[in-house]
């Protein structure tokens, strides 16, 4: 059964900094493009970050310049440091892996607020 499990969420004040991990279980990990999405709410979910099996990488707008995304094949991890946050940035936070698909994997998802 694939695991994804989120870490690392939680209240910071806005211009502060927070890291983000995936742990993933049973699955070849080192194949799939792994991904943050966000869900704030009274919103739909949006791909924050994106990193592809061969270590291509892309951003959405809104984060470009502030979050890194990295992987680490062989611990089955997937991170997202995530700087300089705003309030906007406030959401819960999912890891995936493989894409918005229907055989695609996600975590329970953690939760971040940005606030002063």
């Known amino acids: 059964q694939v695991q994804l499990v989120e870490s690392g969420g939680g209240l910071v004040q806005p211009g502060g900094s927070l890291r983000l991990s995936c742990a993933a279980s049973g699955m070849t990990f080192s194949i799939y493009a792994m991904a943050w999405y966000r869900q704030a709410p009274r919103k739909p979910r949006e791909l924050v970050a994106r990193?592809?099996?061969?270590?291509?990488?892309n951003y959405a707008d809104s984060v470009k310049g502030r979050f890194t995304i990295s992987r680490d094949n062989a611990k089955k991890r997937v991170y997202l440091q995530m700087n300089s946050l705003k309030p906007e940035d406030t959401a819960v936070y999912y890891c995936?892996?493989?894409?918005?698909?229907?055989?695609?994997?996600w975590g329970q998802g953690t939760q971040v607020t940005v606030s002063s």
């Open positions: 990193i592809t099996s061969g270590g291509s990488i």
């Open positions: 995936n892996a493989g894409g918005d698909c229907p055989t695609c994997f």
